[in-house]
């Protein structure tokens, strides 16, 4: 792919991530029929949907919807592999804690890596039995459930994983079990029980649930804008843009790479009834990214880390350790990978430091088998002078199959990702 070029046109971007796993999770948890339109392609979600197929849960493809016929009916008869996927593994880990079965959740060595102790620990003083690996990487993990208690947990992480397999595990424990997260997260969870019935109570960064079952629902699922970031991000820094990206959830906790642009100077007008989202570029001017920041724009790091190595002045990140155990070490990925377009940039324990300049030329980049990696570098090869390279693009195909076909799209031709065998 070699740069710079344009980019203009309007688009939707796959439906979201986050609310595609919990919408088949629901619907197969929920006894009778549910149905899922504009759920994400990605292999991520897909992994999400073998897995309930296991349980005995069975799925029909519709023209333009899916329909799910709920109710966890089977003991699965060989272990679940859920690819690269940390939210099929922590949510289902919390689902599995409430049932009376024996369950063994692994996947790609990239998630095999993944430190799985933050669900166990609470999972097993519930009452689950979750076994695994020494020192905390658990995967292939092993979860003999039922008979829980609920409990009370401050979370030690911001993370709307661990909330909400403790909140999945609390619909089937004995009492109220509540989670009080050090910063609130996103609330898709909160969001979606309730259509699917439950009772939810909200009350500052705590959350309850009790012992329920769930009712059928239809859900729609909204774009991702997780995936929209790249979109901003890339008709801000490649000149003469101007680009649309419609439908698009707009809820808590996720819109906050738009403030973030914004603060840089970034000309984006959001509609969020209609989730419409347009950007024209122009110039961007270095920010200061703290770790109140960081759950809102936690998946949009990488692709805002662009963004600021094209704005003038120096951006600091800080706050942003968590980084570390995403789907690679993303504090080291990112600023390698801003490392190949000739920016100067740095890691810090918790963060990164990046000097913006306007003299980037494409790189050799390499995914670490990150999708949001591929993806970033992508869009800043877009706007860098001369090709741009990508080990391990593969990886975009666990959240953006389309994402090459976008490229070509808004470039009118003029960007294309090519694959090349080395
Ligand atoms: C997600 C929560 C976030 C995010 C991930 C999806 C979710 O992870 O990074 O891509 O769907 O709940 P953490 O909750 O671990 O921060």
Not at 147 to 175: C, D, E, R
């Amino acid at each position: 792919m070699a740069g710079p070029v344009a980019l203009a046109g309007a688009i939707r971007v796959p439906g979201d991530k986050s609310i595609s796993h919990r919408a088949l999770l629901f619907a197969g948890l929920a006894e009778g029929e549910s149905t899922v339109r504009g759920l994400s392609r990605g292999d991520d979600v897909r992994r999400t949907r073998q897995a309930l197929a296991e349980f005995g849960v069975r799925f029909t493809d519709e023209d333009g919807y899916l329909r799910v016929l709920g109710g966890l009916r089977e003991e699965p008869s060989t272990v679940l592999d859920l690819g690269n996927s940390g939210t099929a593994m922590r949510l289902i880990a919390g689902v599995c804690a409430g049932q009376d079965m024996h369950t063994v959740l692994t996947g790609d060595r990239f998630l095999r890596a993944r430190p799985m102790d933050r669900v166990a620990v609470p999972l097993r003083s519930m009452g689950a039995t979750v076994d695994g690996r020494q020192g905390g990487r658990l995967a292939p993990l092993s979860i003999r459930g039922g008979n829980l208690s609920g409990i009370h947990y401050a979370s030690p992480v911001a993370s709307a994983q661990v909330k909400s397999a403790v909140m999945l595990a609390g619909l089937s424990a004995a009492g109220s079990t509540t989670v009080v997260e050090p910063v609130a997260t996103r609330r898709h969870t909160e969001e979606m029980l309730a259509l699917f019935g439950v009772d939810v109570e909200v009350d500052g960064t705590a959350v309850t649930v009790r012992r329920s079952t769930l009712t059928p629902a239809e859900v729609d699922v909204q774009g991702d804008p997780s995936q929209a970031a790249f979109w901003a991000v890339g008709a801000l820094i490649a000149p003469d843009s101007r680009v649309r990206v419609d439908n698009l959830y707009s809820g808590h906790g996720r819109t906050g790479f738009v403030d973030v642009l914004r603060r840089m100077g970034g000309r984006l007008d959001f509609d969020r009834t209609t989730g419409t989202l347009e950007i024209t570029s122009g110039p961007l001017t270095a920010v200061s990214i703290g770790a109140e920041d960081v759950p809102g724009i936690v998946d949009e790091i990488p692709v805002l880390a662009v963004a600021a190595a094209a704005a003038e002045g120096t951006t600091v990140i800080s706050g942003a350790e968590e980084l570390r155990v995403k789907e690679s070490d993303r504090i080291k990925s990112t600023v390698a990978m801003l490392c190949a377009f000739g920016v100067h940039a740095e890691e810090t324990p918790d963060g990164m430091v990046i000097e913006g300049t306007a003299n980037r030329r494409g790189g050799e980049v390499h995914s670490h088998g990150d999708h949001r990696i591929a993806m970033a570098a992508a869009v800043s090869g877009l706007a860098a002078t001369g090709p741009t390279v990508i080990h391990g693009w593969d990886a975009v195909a666990t959240s953006y199959p389309g994402f090459a076909d976008h490229v070509a799209e808004l470039s009118g031709g003029a960007a294309r990702l090519r694959e090349v065998t080395s």
